[in-house]
């Protein structure tokens, strides 16, 4: 599965952003899916997880209740829904197939990624 994240930007702490993640490949609708993010000057996060049909979403502690995941495997389509934004959310975002069994180094293939900035 390729992948190209998009809908980043800068908004101010409060405020919203809905980024996407346009997949290619036919496994698409059968694997499970993640958003992570790198802040400037740290290591890459797992931000939130999704199973293959939806079923099931899991979340990073620090964007519980904030962040929703969901997946639309029709359109090949992957999305994140950030709401109450806060200055620590700033980074850079980046889609990929989920690997349960697997740490955030061991992922070997990202894609460009797409930048969020908020100000406080």
């Known amino acids: 599965v390729q992948v190209a994240e998009s809908g980043g930007g800068s908004v101010q702490a409060g405020g919203s952003l809905t980024l996407s993640c346009a997949a290619s490949?036919?496994?698409?609708?059968?694997?499970?899916m993640a958003w992570f993010r790198q802040p400037p000057g740290k290591e890459r996060e797992l931000v939130a997880a999704i199973s293959w049909n939806g079923g099931r979403t899991d979340y990073a502690a620090s964007v519980e209740g904030r962040f929703t995941i969901s997946k639309d495997n029709e359109k090949n389509m992957l999305y994140l829904q950030m709401n109450s934004l806060k200055p620590e959310d700033t980074g850079v975002y980046y889609c990929?197939?989920?690997?349960?069994?697997?740490?955030?180094?061991?992922?070997?293939?990202w894609g460009q990624g797409t930048q969020v900035t908020i100000s406080s």
């Open positions: 490949g036919e496994s698409f609708s059968e694997e499970s």
């Open positions: 990929s197939v989920y690997y349960t069994s697997y740490s955030v180094q061991q992922y070997e293939s």
